[in-house]
């Protein structure tokens, strides 16, 4: 890796109640949703991923998703997206009132045909109906490619089952493109190559790097991404979620992470890191357990030495 001048700014999408909430035991209701998605919005998030189009059976915990998109207050400037996977996913974001929408497809053989019974290439060649019916229909698309790093069946993943994805991708008109880190599989050193090989080979891609810190290695992934030119980072509040359908895919970056490393670092984010944490603190409750953020973790540590040291027993 070598050094280069880091952005002044960078843009983080809150990925919790999609990404984080598809992977909880505990289903919120759809009022629950909405509560999280506006403080997160009121904290500053420009990005939110509020759920996804999807059929019920498959994720249980996103059968709401239609109700939640006509709940929301929508902030000006901020972005409301959601996951679909095939035509029947938009038109329902269509009658919601979502107009962003993320297709995803896995650069793992192995893991596509465990979960779609195609390979990566045919899953993208079947997004075309999607890319006209939203073309026609003034929905922005955004892609994904999950695994794009390694997948427990082949380990890494090379760049050659990468490239033929974005191609693809660019094909139907998507130019905003989400490198994500399923499985936790990736390095800095392979974070920095793959995302610097990727934006000189593709100078229009917007690219999006989404770490799962499934292994502990989320942030140094996102400071290698962030001295390759990666600006756009996914995260998800308290670091609750991952993929049910990538085994112990579980490790999200927390978002108050995320923000407090940027700030101390001089880079804006546009968010209060005492209202995301706030923010972070109520969905924890909201599922009934603690999630993996180290400034939720610091932040409980101050609370009970407070508590120690105001207590009868600690007087006098």
């Known amino acids: 890796m070598t050094r280069q001048s880091l952005p002044e700014e960078v843009v983080l999408c809150e990925v919790g109640p999609r ?37 019920p059976k498959a994720v249980p915990a996103m059968a709401d998703t239609d109700e939640v998109a006509r709940g929301i207050l929508r902030r000006e400037g ?21 107009t962003k929408a993320k297709l995803t497809v896995s650069a793992s053989p192995t893991h596509s045909a465990q979960n779609s019974k195609r390979a990566p290439g045919e899953v993208v060649a079947g997004f075309e109906e999607c890319a006209a019916f939203a073309q026609s229909n003034g929905i922005v698309l955004s892609g994904a490619i999950s695994t794009a790093f390694g997948y427990y069946a082949e380990g ?56 799962h810190n499934t292994k502990g290695m989320a942030m140094a992934n996102i400071y290698a991404a962030l001295t390759a030119g990666v600006t756009r980072f996914d995260s998800s509040l308290a670091g609750i979620g991952g993929c049910p359908f990538a085994p112990g895919a579980s490790g999200n970056i927390a978002t108050e992470d995320v923000v407090f490393m940027m700030e101390e670092m001089g880079i804006r984010t546009g968010f209060s890191l005492g209202q995301i944490l706030e923010a972070a603190e109520s969905v924890e409750r909201m599922i009934g357990h603690e999630g993996d953020s180290s400034m939720l973790k610091l932040r409980r540590g101050k609370a009970a030495e407070k508590s120690a040291c105001t207590s009868p027993a600690s007087a006098g």
Request: avoid cysteine; charge should be neutral.
């Open 19 to 55: 990404d984080g909430l598809q992977n909880e035991k505990s289903i919120l209701s759809a009022r629950q949703k909405i509560e999280l998605i506006e403080r997160v919005a009121e904290a500053g998030a420009k990005v939110i991923e509020i759920g996804s189009f999807v059929h």
């Open 78 to 98: 901020v972005e409301y997206r959601a996951l679909v996977m095939n035509r029947r996913g938009l038109e329902r974001a269509l009658a919601a009132g979502v």
């Open 156 to 211: 890494h993943i090379g760049l050659e089952l990468v490239t033929p994805l974005v191609d693809a991708y660019i094909a139907l008109g998507v130019t905003e493109i989400s490198m994500s880190d399923s499985t936790g599989f990736a390095n800095p050193k392979q974070v920095f190559g793959y995302m610097t090989e990727l934006s000189g080979k593709y100078p229009k891609v917007v690219w999006t790097l989404h770490a």
